[in-house]
C-alpha cells in the first residue's frame, strides 16, 4: 500500500509519502528477485482457488490518485513492467481535470506552495493522465469511493452515492469494469460492505495489516503499509511472502496492539 511518491514530502504527510529514488529501489528488488506483480482479477483468482502461483507475489496499491504517481510512479513501473492498482477519488479528479495546464513536477510544487488549505495542497491525476497510465496496460484503476468520506459514519443514501458514482465514472472514463473499491480511512462496517456487494464490487480492500491466502475474505483484503527504506522492504518482503513468518509477524504484532490498548485503558481509568 502506497500513497504519495514524491521529492520533497509535506511533513505532515511523510508517513504517506515515499522517495522517488526509494521507490524504485523496491521496484527494483520486485523484479530482480522474480516476484510476479498480480492484476486484481490475478489476485481475485488466485484467492477463489483458480490461480496457481509458482513463484513469490505482490499486488502493489496506491491510493487516493495523486498526480505524482504519474510524475514518478509511472516511469518506474514501466522501465521493470510492474503491474499496479491506483484507487482514484473521483470527484478529486474530476476537480483536478478542470484545471488547465500540464503536468510537471515543477508545477506541482509551486501550485501546492501557493494554495490554502491541505485538501486543495493535494494536487491529484486529471482523466487524461489516468488514461496515459491505463494506456501502459501496467496500471489498473478503481474506487476510493468519490469524496473520500468515513464510510462506516455516513448515511446510507449518502454511502450508496458515493460507491455508485464513483464506480459508475471510472467505468465511463476508461470503458473498463470498475469491480474494486478501497476504504477510505480504512473505515467500515457490515451495511457498508454489504451496500458495496449490491453496487456490484468484487473485492475490497482495506487498511488492516495482513497478508492475502488463497480462499482469503475478497471484501476484506489485507495490505501492507510501505513507507519503508529499501532494506526495511526487503525485510518486510522475505517476512510477508514466507507464510510462516507472516504468521508469527501478525500473532506478535496483535499481541502487542492488544497489550498497549489495554495500558491506555488502564491509564485512563486512573485519569478518571
Given at each position: ?163 455508485k458514482d464513483s464506480k459508475e465514472i471510472i467505468e465511463n472514463k476508461l470503458g473498463k ?96
Amino acid at each position: 500500500m502506497y500513497h504519495h511518491i514524491a521529492p520533497n514530502p509535506d511533513p505532515r504527510k511523510r508517513n504517506l509519502t515515499i522517495r522517488p529514488d526509494t521507490f524504485q529501489g523496491h521496484m527494483l528488488y520486485l523484479s530482480r528477485r522474480g516476484y510476479r506483480t498480480l492484476t486484481s482479477q490475478e489476485l481475485l483468482r488466485y484467492i477463489e482457488g483458480n490461480l496457481v502461483l509458482d513463484r513469490k507475489a505482490v499486488l502493489v496499491t496506491m491510493d487516493d490518485g495523486y498526480a505524482d504517481n504519474y510524475v514518478h510512479a509511472l516511469p518506474v513501473l514501466k522501465k521493470y513492467g510492474i503491474n499496479a492498482v491506483v484507487f482514484l477519488i473521483t470527484n478529486r479528479t474530476e476537480k483536478a481535470s478542470q484545471k488547465n495546464g500540464a503536468v510537471n513536477v515543477s508545477m506541482m510544487q509551486d501550485e501546492a506552495a501557493s494554495l490554502g488549505s491541505q485538501e486543495e495542497k493535494e494536487i491529484y491525476l486529471k482523466w487524461e493522465l489516468v488514461n496515459d497510465m491505463a494506456a501502459s496496460r501496467l496500471v489498473e484503476f478503481h474506487s476510493h469511493t468519490a469524496n473520500h468520506v468515513l464510510c462506516s459514519d455516513i448515511p446510507m443514501p449518502d454511502l450508496i452515492a458515493e460507491l455508485k458514482d464513483s464506480k459508475e465514472i471510472i467505468e465511463n472514463k476508461l470503458g473498463k469494469p470498475c469491480e474494486c473499491l478501497c476504504w477510505p480511512y480504512g473505515a467500515y462496517n457490515k451495511e457498508a460492505v454489504e451496500a458495496a456487494k449490491g453496487m456490484g464490487y468484487k473485492a475490497i480492500f482495506t487498511a488492516t495489516p495482513g497478508v492475502v491466502r488463497r480462499h482469503s475474505d475478497p471484501f476484506s483484503i489485507q495490505r501492507v503499509k510501505i513507507t519503508d527504506g529499501i532494506f526495511m522492504f526487503k525485510v518486510k518482503m522475505a517476512i510477508f511472502t514466507n507464510p510462516y513468518l507472516s504468521d508469527l509477524f501478525f500473532t506478535i504484532r496483535g499481541f502487542l496492539v492488544a497489550a498497549c490498548r489495554w495500558r491506555l485503558r488502564c491509564d485512563m481509568s486512573k485519569n478518571r
